[in-house]
C-alpha cells in the first residue's frame, strides 16, 4: 500500500519568512495530492492540491510543488503569518482506491 | 453551504461501554469517510461510503466497530464495547465522488475519551 512521509515534524519560523514542507510518497500510481491545514482542536481543511499533470500550482501565499520522477511533493508558504500557526498534512490518493494516505504532520510555529 | 456536520463534539465514557458517532455530510456528496486521528498523527480511514454501499472497510475493527449509513445520507459509527485505545477524534469527511479522486470535506470530530 501506500506510505506517505512527511518532514520536519515540526517547524518554527519568524513572522514573514518562508516554511516548506516536503513529503514523500511510495506508489507511482498515485495521482492527487492535497494538503490540508488544522488548527488546535479544529477539523482539517484543504488548503491546496495537485494532480499529477502539473508541476506546481499557487495560491496566494501558498504553493505546492510535484516531482513524479522522485515521488515528492512540498508546500511553500511565503511571508508567514501568526495564523498560518496549525498542523500541516500532506496526504497521496491513488485515482483508483480514493482513500488517502496521510503523513503524520507538522506543526508550524509562526513567532510574531 | 452547511459544512460536514458531526455529533456529538466531545464525548467521555468508561470502558466497555457502548458509544455512538452521528455524521450529517455535504448534501449531494455521494461519499462518506470514517476517520481516527490519533493525537500528534494523520487521519487514518475506517470506512468509506459510496452511497448507502460500504466499499472500503478493511481497516474497521469488525469485532467492536460497525458502521451503517441508510439512505445514502447520514451516517453512524458504533464502538461496543470501548477500550482505552480507542480515545482518539474521530472525523467524518464527504466528496462527491467521480471518475478521479477529489478533495473531501472535513467535519469537525468526536472527541472521544475512554476512561
Known amino acids: 500500500g501506500e506510505n506517505v512521509e512527511q518532514h520536519p515534524s515540526t517547524l518554527s519560523v519568524q513572522e514573514g519568512d518562508s516554511a516548506v514542507i516536503k513529503c514523500t510518497y511510495s506508489?507511482?500510481?498515485?495521482?492527487?495530492f492535497p494538503w490540508y491545514k488544522q488548527e488546535l482542536g479544529k477539523r482539517p481543511q484543504l488548503i491546496i492540491d495537485?494532480?499529477?499533470?502539473?508541476g506546481e500550482k499557487k495560491d496566494q501565499r501558498i504553493a505546492v510543488t510535484l516531482n513524479k520522477t522522485a515521488k515528492h511533493f512540498s508546500l511553500h508558504i511565503t511571508e508567514t503569518q501568526p495564523e498560518d500557526s496549525a498542523v500541516y498534512f500532506c496526504?497521496?490518493?491513488?485515482?483508483?482506491?480514493?482513500?488517502?494516505?496521510f503523513g503524520r504532520g507538522t506543526s508550524l510555529i509562526v513567532h510574531p | 453551504e452547511a459544512g460536514v456536520v458531526q455529533s456529538p463534539r466531545y464525548k467521555i465514557i468508561e470502558k466497555k461501554q457502548p458509544v455512538a458517532f452521528w455524521c450529517n455530510p455535504i448534501?449531494?456528496?455521494?461519499?462518506l469517510y470514517w476517520y481516527r486521528q490519533n493525537l500528534g498523527q494523520g487521519p487514518e480511514l475506517l470506512i468509506r461510503?459510496?452511497?448507502?454501499?460500504?466499499?472500503?472497510d478493511s481497516q474497521l475493527p469488525k469485532d467492536r466497530f460497525s458502521a451503517e449509513r441508510l439512505k445514502g445520507v447520514d451516517s453512524t459509527l458504533k464502538i461496543q464495547p470501548a477500550e482505552l485505545g480507542d480515545s482518539a477524534v474521530y472525523l467524518c469527511?464527504?466528496?462527491?465522488?467521480?471518475?478521479?479522486?477529489?478533495?473531501?470535506?472535513f467535519g469537525p470530530g468526536t472527541r472521544l475519551t475512554v476512561t
Open positions: 461510503y459510496e452511497n448507502e454501499e460500504a466499499v472500503d
Open positions: 448534501s449531494g456528496h455521494n461519499t
Open positions: 506508489d507511482s500510481a498515485s495521482n492527487y
Open positions: 496526504a497521496a490518493l491513488s485515482g483508483g482506491s480514493y482513500i488517502p494516505t
Open positions: 495537485i494532480r499529477s499533470n502539473v
Open positions: 469527511a464527504s466528496s462527491w465522488q467521480g471518475a478521479k479522486a477529489v478533495e473531501q470535506y
